[in-house]
């Protein structure tokens, strides 16, 4: 078989093709005006709805309340449900659920219908917004391309609330107000046609409940709508009245209640590690000032037009375009340039201020100000401030949150959005009424004088015709100048908020930049001094230290109460001689695989892997050789012997085989039928990671997550689990992205954000102060892991593995590993697509890799493998573990070079305490992954992990009974 440079059909692929790419977005940018829009739209609609339906004053507010309070309400359950049902059905049944209501809205011919057709709006508004964020979220992970799309979304969410006045107002000069709530079924007609052809197949499987958290959503949703309503009585009535004080004190009783649930939930609603990041809880915040002012100052601008200079509706929106273009212009610019050269703690800030600076030049509009002078300068750096901020929040608000999760962040992007509208509403509202009466009566006596002059000189009595018009001016005169001062007033209380939020948000910037680059002090507790490396005492040379002990707490689910009671029958010896690495093949790849696949099976396997070592050498006739090999095994009913020699023979079956999904499935079923193992299925994007929940005999002393590499199962190293399980730790062992079940079943592909899936496990186990394995590949991943993850207490990194691209490329140029890294990831595709092409026709194996790697990651050509791949890198972020570390490597490997783990050792600065253990050939143990004597490299990581984390004396002799002493570290 050969490989080409481009491949049009990618296998395991986990997100539409590019080519579907635009309808993603198009079908996420029309599902964000319609939301945004519809929040505005009817805004200049109101008065002639209440004229059409004869609704008194107290009832037009409720064509407002009613969407803002149900979609406010129910977005975290929108969220929730996005993660159930998956993307598309969240995004077929909130489209149409929102049309309809639509609809309904716009033929009401009542208050009751219409404010039950408009909740239903706001309703279906909650599942459809964190829905269009996690479409993109999800077929955006990272990249220009990213940046590009969110600076799209960012505009659409300032442009859509400004739009919404002037469609709003043409519709309502030209129809009627009714056509404000039809063009909805239009829009949402045209997403649900795009959502037809661009959706990926929704794939939820869920084996707990829909709702684990019930008390904590339920508490959730009242929070916020409970938030949105008291702000609402408050533009209604005071801040002072019964109901709006009971309302937000109900809201901030019920939001720390929240809090305290989803601090202790085994499976929160909201996990606090959202909201908790910094960049992420910025943009939280920044998102919320664009809401206050944004609605609170069109709400303003709107009725100064309108009262001050007359504009009919139609006008006022027009007015609103210099905000609009500006905006527009702002938001692509801010989204793919600042955001990328500035960062987050930077652009945030200085949108806040720039809006501050906007509403400070609004706050000169006086009674003689014209429309050019005084408003138009005002919106127009309005625009620009919303248009910083709106692409970095919603980018950086959901931006490496995983797939479980998106849904969730997108709910709160919502959230603060809405908050912030209804808070600077009622602000402003219930500021400008305040000031306004306070003008009038500072400025009644002078009115009233005037007036009386006035008369005077007309000789008109007060309640002559002629007395009456001149009083009528004079009273309209002082309303005027009482509004205009008020909304001037607001306007500069806006811009001090804003102002002092902007210098809130930079000085917390600042306080987590400084923190990050304080250097840690070392534990004094660190493993001896190594003379190799004198400036890092905390790195020993290999087998040259033991790390010194760290007391720590127990770890809080560490106990085997609902975890499996697994077969231990066939848990590594640790007590057995080692097997070695035999030599069955000349080339170093296909014998180490033989290699370990004897090493699973035992001794017995020698002889028969021996006698079809002569058609190794291609890989159909490895293929065929194993098969038959599991078929002899299965007919002499050795079904273990004949699951490892299956998945022999399925490893190097190419994606397309037809062969594999079947020899796969056998070979999984006996391995959890011998060990009596289920797996759990923890929720992840659109599918789920398999999870095996593994416990000891008695109470666990630790608890280990474990996982493997680029090309694993989880199955293959359940002998290893149950080893470690016999020696009394709990083993949680999951398959990630690009890895076994989540691979082959969900069509997860592989990311280098390991942190995520590990969240994922923890979050969903409750599981805190573990021991984090990875193995092959893994290794790298699990620095990568702990790096961003506080829970992980200790890492193994089994083996040590920094620069994933750096092993692929040495298969190719063994002698110019790195600089072959580099020309893979920088050089043009097309060079590098027909390059690998090449050299894949003249070797079986670089071609089944090449075919591999693009299915686990997901990606259609070499050249996006290889970039891929280049992700893979700890070098930037293992300066931010804290844990203690061990690092394992095979001094004859040969998979990884063996200066990456003195390379990964280096970084590794601020680790609690470090150790590095180097096999040897004389041990039987120096291949990749220590295959030929993993017993030795499982005694030490348990001696390793005793060291470090001391347990009682006899838990410790228990765990370590019979171990060779000599195998120190």
Excluded at 624 to 650: P, V
Excluded at 690 to 718: C, K, N, Q, R
Aim: charged share 15%.
């Amino acid at each position: 078989m050969s490989l080409e440079p481009t491949v049009s059909e990618p296998i395991g692929r986990a997100r539409p093709a590019r080519s579907h790419d635009h309808l993603l977005a198009a079908g996420s940018l029309i599902t964000q005006l319609m939301i945004v829009l519809d929040m505005t739209i009817i805004a200049v609609a109101l008065p002639s709805m209440q004229a059409d339906l004869g609704l008194t004053d107290s009832q037009r507010p409720w064509a407002v309340t009613a969407y803002t309070l149900a979609n406010g309400g129910l977005v975290l359950f929108g969220g929730r449900l996005t993660t159930i049902l998956g993307i598309r059905r969240s995004y077929w049944i909130g489209q149409t659920g929102f049309a309809a209501a639509s609809l309904i809205a716009g033929l009401a011919s009542s208050f009751p219908v219409l404010v039950g057709a408009r909740t239903a709006q706001g309703a279906f508004a909650a599942l459809l917004g964190p829905t269009a964020l996690s479409l993109l979220n999800t077929a955006f992970p990272d990249g220009p391309r990213r940046r590009r799309i969110f600076a799209l979304f960012g505009a659409t969410a300032g442009v859509g609330a400004a739009a919404g006045l002037l469609i709003g107002g043409a519709l309502t000069d030209w129809f009627s107000w009714r056509w404000s709530l039809y063009v909805n079924v239009l829009i949402a007609a045209i997403g649900f046609l795009i959502g037809l052809r661009g959706l990926p197949t929704s794939k939820s499987r869920h084996d707990g409940p829909a709702f684990s958290d019930l008390l904590g959503l339920v508490l959730g949703c009242g929070a916020c709508f409970s938030a949105v309503f008291g702000l609402d009585r408050a533009e209604q009535t005071s801040w002072t009245s019964a109901t709006t004080i009971g309302w937000l004190s109900a809201a901030a009783v019920l939001a720390v209640a929240f809090l305290l649930r989803e601090r202790v939930a085994t499976a929160p609603t909201l996990p606090l590690w959202i909201v908790s990041q910094p960049a992420r809880a910025a943009s939280y915040a920044a998102v919320a000032t664009v809401g206050a002012a944004q609605m609170g100052g069109a709400v303003y601008l709107t009725y100064y037009l309108q009262n001050h200079f007359g504009y009919s509706p139609l006008r006022t929106g027009i007015a609103f375009l210099p905000m609009i273009g500006a905006l527009v212009v702002t938001a692509p610019l801010a989204g793919q340039y600042l955001l990328r050269r500035l960062g987050t703690r930077v652009v945030l800030p200085l949108g806040i201020a720039i809006e501050g600076a906007a509403f400070l030049m609004l706050s000169r509009i006086e009674t003689t100000s014209t429309y050019a002078g005084a408003v138009v300068p005002g919106i127009i750096v309005l625009g620009i401030g919303i248009g910083c901020i709106m692409p970095a929040a919603i980018n950086t608000g959901t931006r490496g949150v995983p797939g479980p999760h998106v849904g969730l962040a997108s709910a709160v992007v919502t959230v603060g959005q809405q908050i912030g509208a209804s808070l600077g509403v009622a602000l402003l509202a219930t500021y400008s009424t305040s000031r306004a009466d306070d003008y009038v009566t500072d400025h009644a006596d002078t009115t009233r004088a005037a007036a009386g002059q006035a008369l005077q000189q007309a000789q008109a009595a007060p309640d002559s015709e002629a007395g009456r018009t001149i009083i009528a001016r004079f009273t309209a005169d002082l309303a005027d100048r009482a509004q205009v001062d008020a909304f001037g007033g607001g306007f500069l209380l806006m811009a001090r908020i804003l102002a002092a939020a902007a210098l809130l948000l930079a000085l917390a910037a600042a306080i987590v930049l400084i923190r990050r680059r304080r250097t840690a002090v070392p534990s004094s507790t660190s493993a001896v001094e190594s003379p190799a490396v004198p400036a890092r005492p905390d790195i020993a040379p290999p087998q040259a230290r033991a790390a010194s002990a760290q007391t720590r707490p127990a770890a809080p689910g560490a106990g085997p109460a609902t975890v499996t009671r697994t077969d231990l029958t066939h848990a590594v010896d640790l007590t057995a001689a080692p097997m070695g690495l035999r030599v069955f093949h000349p080339n170093t790849d296909i014998n180490f695989q033989a290699n370990r696949w004897a090493e699973a099976i035992g001794p017995r396997s020698v002889p028969e892997i021996r006698a079809v070592a002569g058609a190794l050498g291609s890989l159909p006739g490895w293929v065929a050789s194993f098969l038959s090999l599991a078929d002899a095994a299965r007919a002499d009913g050795r079904r273990l012997d004949a699951a490892y020699y299956d998945r022999a023979a399925e490893f190097f079956m190419p994606p397309t085989d037809a062969r594999k999904a079947p020899t796969r499935s056998r070979y999984v079923d006996v391995m959890q039928e011998v060990f009596g193992l289920r797996p759990l299925h923890v929720p992840y994007g659109s599918g789920s990671l398999p999870v095996y929940d593994i416990a000891p005999a008695g109470p666990a002393m630790s608890t280990w997550v474990i996982f493997g590499g680029f090309d694993s199962y989880i199955e293959d190293y359940l002998p290893m689990y149950a080893a470690l399980a016999r020696h009394g730790r709990r083993v949680v062992a999951f398959d990630g992205p690009g890895q076994g079940g989540a691979l082959m079943d969900d069509r997860i592909p592989m990311t280098h954000e390991w942190e995520w899936p590990v969240r994922a496990v923890l979050d969903s186990l409750g599981l805190a102060d573990i021991t984090l394995m990875g193995i092959s590949l893994g290794g790298g991943l699990a620095i990568r892991a702990a790096a961003f993850e506080p829970r992980v207490a200790r890492v193994i990194a089994f083996d040590a593995m920094d620069d994933f691209a750096q092993v692929i490329t040495g298969r190719v140029a063994p002698l110019a590993a790195g600089p072959a890294s580099l020309v893979a990831r920088h050089w043009p595709t097309r060079t590098v697509d027909a390059t690998m092409a090449r050299l894949a026709r003249r070797s079986a194996v670089i071609d089944w890799g090449m075919w591999q790697g693009m299915h686990v990651t997901g990606t259609t050509t070499p050249s996006a493998f290889l970039r891929t791949a280049g992700r893979m890198r700890t070098a930037a972020v293992a300066e931010r573990v804290r844990a203690d570390v061990l690092l394992l490597q095979g001094a004859e490997d040969h998979d990884v070079p063996v200066e990456q783990m003195h390379r990964q050792a280096m970084t590794l600065r601020h680790a609690r305490s470090l150790t590095t253990r180097t096999f040897t050939a004389a041990e039987s143990c120096a291949s990749h992954c220590q295959v030929g004597n993993i017993g030795l490299a499982i005694r030490t990581m348990l001696e390793w992990e005793t060291a470090v984390s001391p347990m009682s004396s006899a838990s410790s002799a228990s765990s370590t009974s019979g171990l060779d002493s000599t195998d120190g570290l």
